[in-house]
């Protein structure tokens, strides 16, 4: 059984950078199978894609994230790790890890999301 466990800080002030990570267990992050992604849900929006990072530990970026987002792995500890710099009151979310299939849009394990609040 695959699970994804999201942690970090509930609660960054604004123009600090949040870090968040995620543990996998049930799967390898260097599975060449899949991708691990960083997806965020803000109040009354939808579901954004943030940015991923590949078995081979190759990342993609929202463009509209591009600028202030970076995606790391640590292949010992089975973890990926996503940074948000620069933080504003709009990035105020829940943000999720999910396991994605590669080469398509599917996320087929998701964890189970962890609040974010950006407020000074």
């Known amino acids: 059984q695959v699970q994804l466990q999201e942690a970090g800080p509930g609660l960054v002030k604004p123009s600090q950078t949040l870090s968040l990570t995620c543990t996998v267990s049930g799967d390898s992050i260097t599975n060449n199978y899949y991708v691990w992604n960083w997806i965020r849900q803000s109040p009354g929006k939808g579901l954004e894609w943030m940015g991923l990072?590949?078995?081979?530990?190759?990342?993609r970026y929202s463009p509209s994230l591009e600028s202030r987002t970076s995606i790391s792995r640590d292949t010992s500890k089975n973890q990926f790790s996503l940074h948000l710099s620069s933080l504003t009151p709009e990035d105020t979310a829940v943000y999720y890890c999910?396991?994605?299939?590669?080469?398509?849009?599917?996320?087929?394990?998701w964890g189970q999301g962890t609040q974010v609040t950006v407020s000074s």
């Open positions: 999910a396991r994605g299939i590669a080469g398509s849009l599917e996320c087929d394990y």
């Open positions: 990072i590949g078995y081979d530990g190759s990342t």
